[in-house]
């Protein structure tokens, strides 16, 4: 329910869908695209005030806030941000969101809150991402935000993993007052905020002061520890814990096992491309410290996000030629238009239907290019995708020293495997309730893309949230499984 119903408001609708459109402003390509800063300009206050009044305020329920994973109170929200009580916007973001400063910057805006904006019929969406991290980011500056804390009822939750999913985890329990504790296979906590997402789409300072906030609220953060190898779920129990959250991602890098020369020097998995790209190294595990090797020419394979993610990295490491192989047509591209479109203003190109079939070693042992073959679009496939077929003899040579395999990303079925009746599915994906996290083993729980496999930093955050309360629950009722 909305705080402000848009039926309380006599606001002249017409005159707000009308007024001036002004679009975000980002740094230039040619500037941004030679160093690791943020793209998107922060709003001022008065560009926040304005943009905020363009919101018609729909009746409640708006659609912005139905098309919203966490639900949002967009609507209030845009009413007090454009009164100027940016401190209470906050506050409204903070009920119903975990990590609201990430989400405004990271979630894809026009396929959720703004893609629902009614304004998208003939005129043009507000602009609710950005607003959401202006309103958290200014009260964050001025006055701080805490976790508000429950009086301790002494209960210890393990939580497996500190990404988005553990993280909406952990606030929750936190507000219920239970005791958290991460284990956590990095160095740091974040998971892909930090060894994923690139410092220009999240500076890592938003992270750094979101994760200030869980240490002040009094979690432990253990590092550095892989559950099903240093410990197991069974070792958690018997340490007192007393329910176990498993947050730990689908993070294993995809291969191109039947590919001749992924072996070669020069050829990197996107995971480790961006992490050694993007990450101080005081953050990296020891294995990863060695600087990335990254030539003139650089190839990245794949077309998702994170093959943008990979080619605007390669250009901001200074390679001079960047093109991203996709076997189908931009069509059938996964990934958003937004990073593609910022990709190419940064220099980057595209060669479509095209499939890499060789990585070729030059004289001296390391990548020099890869041989590709010309594709074709057959016919759809179960999901409608036109499978790409090759074109006979149409065999190519594409010069370049480095190669990214952006390909996609497998779950680890490493815990399936070392926790008895813990059910997993499709190599390894925990099976649990979307709703409320329960898994197949007692006092086990689990979401976000471990469960769903790779999706989104708010969706795996939601479902953190939700187990949470499952949680609660369970701990009010049961005696330790
Ligand atoms: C390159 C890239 C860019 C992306 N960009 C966006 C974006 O712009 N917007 C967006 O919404 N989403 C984006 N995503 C997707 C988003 O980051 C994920 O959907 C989200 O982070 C999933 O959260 P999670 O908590 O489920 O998993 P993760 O973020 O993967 O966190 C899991 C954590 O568990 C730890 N872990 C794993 N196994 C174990 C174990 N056995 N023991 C202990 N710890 C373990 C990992 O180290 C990690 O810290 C991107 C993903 C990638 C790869
Ligand atoms: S969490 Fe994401 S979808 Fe929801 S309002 Fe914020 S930016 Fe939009």
């Known amino acids: 329910m909305q705080l402000i119903p848009g039926e309380t408001l006599t606001i ?40 905020a009044s363009r919101c018609i305020h729909c009746p409640d329920p708006a659609p912005c806030m139905l098309a919203c994973p966490t639900h949002n109170d967009i609507p209030s929200a845009m ?15 903070h009920q119903t969101s975990s990590l609201p400063e990430i989400c405004g910057r990271v979630c894809p805006h026009e396929a959720l809150c703004q893609g629902s904006c009614v304004l998208n019929k003939n005129h043009t969406p507000v602009l609710t991402g950005e607003l959401e991290s202006f309103a958290v980011d200014y009260q964050r500056r001025r006055e701080g935000h805490a976790i508000p804390l ?19 985890c952990a606030d929750q329990l936190l507000q219920s007052g239970h005791e958290v504790t991460f284990f956590e296979s990095k160095p740091s906590a974040g998971g892909l905020l930090v060894y994923g997402i690139p410092n220009f789409k999240l500076p890592k300072h938003v992270w750094m002061e979101k994760w200030e906030e869980f240490e002040r609220a009094g979690v432990t953060f253990i590092p550095n520890t892989y559950i099903g190898k240093n410990k197991t779920i069974d070792d958690l129990f018997t ?35 961006l992490i050694r790209g993007n990450v101080d190294p005081s953050l990296l595990p020891t294995s990863m410290r060695q600087p990335l090797e990254v030539g003139k020419r650089v190839v990245v394979i794949g077309g998702g996000d994170t093959a943008s993610d990979c080619l605007r990295t390669a250009l901001r490491l200074g390679s001079e030629e960047v093109t991203c192989l996709y076997r189908r047509t931009e069509k059938e591209m996964p990934g958003g238009k937004k990073d593609r479109v910022m990709a190419s203003e940064e220099g980057a190109n595209y060669r479509f239907l095209t499939q890499p079939v060789k990585f070729l070693p030059g004289d001296d042992g ?73 898994t197949s083993r007692a006092g086990v729980f689990s979401g976000g893309d471990c469960v769903t496999g790779p999706d989104l930093v708010v969706t795996a955050m939601v479902a953190g949230r939700k187990a949470a309360w499952t ?11």
């Open 471 to 481: 949680i609660d629950e369970y701990l009010k009722t049961s005696s330790k499984p």
């Open 239 to 273: 340490d007192g814990f007393e329910a176990v959250f498993i947050g730990v991602g689908s993070g294993i890098d995809a291969k191109m096992e039947d590919t001749p020369g992924t072996d070669l020097p020069g050829v990197y998995e996107a995971t480790d491309f």
């Open 12 to 51: 002249d609708r017409k005159a707000r869908a009308n007024s001036p459109f002004y679009d975000l402003e980002l740094r230039p390509p040619e500037v941004r695209a030679c160093d690791f800063e943020a793209v998107v300009i922060d709003f001022s206050p008065e560009r926040a005030m304005a943009e």
């Open 150 to 168: 429950a009086p301790p009822t002494g209960k210890r939750v393990a939580i497996i993993g500190a990404g988005p999913a553990g993280l909406g």
């Open 79 to 93: 009413w007090l941000i454009e009164q100027g009580h940016f401190s209470e916007a906050a506050n409204l973001y």
């Open 366 to 438: 390391k990548l020099a290019a890869v041989e590709c073959l010309e594709m074709k679009l057959g016919e759809p496939d179960k999901k409608g995708r036109r499978k790409p077929v090759p074109v006979e003899g149409s065999n190519f040579i594409v010069e370049c020293d480095t190669a990214v395999l952006a390909l996609g990303y497998w779950p680890d079925p490493i815990l399936g495997k070392t926790t008895p009746d813990l059910e997993t599915h499709d190599w390894g994906l925990v099976t649990a309730d979307k709703n409320t996290g329960i």
